[in-house]
């Protein structure tokens, strides 16, 4: 009787450690990973000493669903259903998840023990991270390069090719986006072809992004003026000054139901219109005298053609204000002059006049 009680007990423990859950090949149903289901089936068959035709066997009784269709279609896939390893490999191809460079650095910057998480969870975590990086390991780094290496050159070798492979991992998980995604398409083995790629890349986008400022800045410009205009001699920094000038200066009219005198180029001593802030209704215009409005909007000084002028009743000299302009009643005073762009912007000069070499 006791030899019947063990064997019972032997056989109730093997049924146990060789249950394999069941798989559907969907996210929402399944208990275990793929990965962990082929550990499963193969520490089953070490125990229970089964041969692959077992190992496969036992596999497809465990499919539910969609996976049972995915194993009917390895026949016309010319899948070697009598052969355990192709089909653990095309079964890990298929469902195992995949993950991008971003993704695996991604893992490790989020390796920190949050407040109510347990040490074993965390530990989980962290040995999740570590399993989606050696999966992104290439197959080569496994070869050994050295002729005749000794174990000491071969473990340094080793330790030298996983450390440039994670410098790798960290460069293409923090570039920018769109650099990034082109860079993954290529799959370029290494950090230094990856870093190449990404520069020219890089200049591509930057040579895409100054055509497109360029050409929304000559919209704003008249055909003579834009012509006049060196561009492919210019920095990134003096396009980006002449935009901030344009975007300061009011937009060009092109309605012709305007009579010539609204449309006509503000004079050389003119200063821009402003377009923001309150208006003072008590206002005085220097030129007409009238109230609500400044010499600078008066339609009769237009009209003349008349210059502006200063709280003297002198001729408006070409002179440097402040962005913020002052109102027709303040006393403007002359500032120091200097050579840049924003002074056209403020003192309505050409704003290219440095530019004109």
Same mark, same amino acid.
């Given at each position: 009787?006791a030899?019947i009680?063990?064997?019972l007990?032997d056989?109730?423990?093997m049924r146990? +450690?060789t249950?394999i859950?069941?798989?559907?090949a969907?996210?929402?149903k399944d208990t $275990?990973?793929?990965?962990?289901?082929?550990?499963?089936?193969?520490?089953a068959?070490?125990?229970?000493t089964?041969d692959e035709?077992?190992?496969?066997r036992?596999?497809?009784?465990?499919?539910?669903?969609?996976?049972?269709i995915w194993?009917? +279609?390895l026949?016309?896939?010319?899948?070697?259903?009598a052969v355990?390893?192709d089909?653990k490999?095309e079964?890990?191809?298929?469902f195992e998840p995949?993950?991008s460079?971003?993704?695996?650095?991604a893992?490790f910057?989020?390796?920190?023990?949050?407040p109510?998480?347990s040490?074993?969870?965390?530990?989980?975590?962290?040995q &999740?991270?570590?399993d989606r990086?050696?999966?992104n390991k290439p197959?080569?780094?496994?070869?050994?390069?050295?002729?005749g290496a000794? &174990?000491?050159?071969?473990k340094?070798? /080793?330790?030298?090719?996983?450390?440039?492979?994670?410098k790798?991992?960290?460069?293409l998980?923090?570039?920018?986006?769109?650099?990034r995604d082109?860079?993954?398409?290529? /799959?370029?083995?290494t950090? @230094?072809e990856?870093m190449?790629l990404?520069r020219?890349?890089e200049?591509? @986008?930057?040579d895409?992004?100054?055509s497109q400022k360029?050409?929304?800045i000559?919209?704003t410009m008249q055909?003579?003026?834009a012509a006049?205009?060196?561009?492919?001699?210019?920095?990134d920094?003096?396009?980006? @000054?002449i935009?901030v000038?344009r975007?300061q200066?009011?937009?060009?009219?092109?309605?012709?139901?305007f009579n010539a005198?609204s449309t006509?180029?503000?004079?050389?001593?003119?200063?821009? *219109?402003r377009?923001?802030?309150p208006?003072?209704p008590? *206002? &005085?215009?220097?030129?007409c005298?009238?109230?609500g409005?400044? @010499?600078?909007e008066c339609?009769?000084?237009r009209?003349?053609g008349?210059?502006?002028?200063d709280?003297?009743g002198?001729?408006?000299?070409?002179?440097?204000?402040n962005v913020?302009?002052?109102?027709?009643? $303040?006393e403007?005073k002359?500032q120091q002059?200097?050579?840049d762009?924003?002074?056209?912007?403020?003192?309505?000069?050409n704003?290219?006049?440095?530019?004109n070499?």
């Amino acid at each position: 009787m006791a030899n019947i009680a063990q064997a019972l007990n032997d056989h109730d423990r093997m049924r146990r +450690s060789t249950d394999i859950p069941l798989f559907y090949a969907r996210r929402e149903k399944d208990t $275990v990973l793929p990965r962990i289901l082929i550990d499963r089936i193969e520490d089953a068959a070490a125990i229970a000493t089964w041969d692959e035709a077992r190992k496969i066997r036992e596999l497809k009784l465990c499919f539910r669903e969609r996976a049972i269709i995915w194993y009917k +279609s390895l026949k016309d896939d010319n899948i070697d259903l009598a052969v355990w390893d192709d089909v653990k490999k095309e079964f890990l191809d298929t469902f195992e998840p995949k993950y991008s460079a971003k993704t695996v650095c991604a893992n490790f910057a989020d390796l920190k023990q949050h407040p109510e998480e347990s040490m074993n969870d965390y530990r989980c975590r962290v040995q &999740v991270a570590y399993d989606r990086l050696i999966d992104n390991k290439p197959a080569t780094m496994a070869a050994i390069r050295l002729a005749g290496a000794t &174990v000491d050159q071969a473990k340094a070798e /080793g330790i030298n090719d996983m450390a440039l492979f994670f410098k790798h991992q960290l460069f293409l998980a923090g570039i920018k986006d769109p650099i990034r995604d082109k860079v993954l398409e290529a /799959g370029k083995a290494t950090f @230094q072809e990856s870093m190449k790629l990404a520069r020219e890349i890089e200049a591509i @986008q930057n040579d895409r992004k100054r055509s497109q400022k360029i050409a929304a800045i000559k919209s704003t410009m008249q055909p003579t003026e834009a012509a006049a205009i060196f561009w492919d001699e210019l920095a990134d920094e003096e396009i980006e @000054q002449i935009a901030v000038v344009r975007r300061q200066q009011p937009p060009r009219n092109n309605n012709n139901n305007f009579n010539a005198a609204s449309t006509r180029a503000p004079a050389a001593n003119a200063a821009p *219109i402003r377009s923001n802030g309150p208006r003072n209704p008590n *206002i &005085v215009c220097r030129y007409c005298k009238k109230k609500g409005h400044m @010499q600078r909007e008066c339609h009769s000084r237009r009209r003349d053609g008349a210059p502006m002028i200063d709280a003297n009743g002198k001729k408006y000299e070409s002179r440097i204000n402040n962005v913020a302009e002052k109102d027709d009643n $303040v006393e403007e005073k002359p500032q120091q002059e200097y050579e840049d762009a924003h002074i056209g912007a403020v003192a309505n000069l050409n704003p290219y006049h440095h530019l004109n070499w």
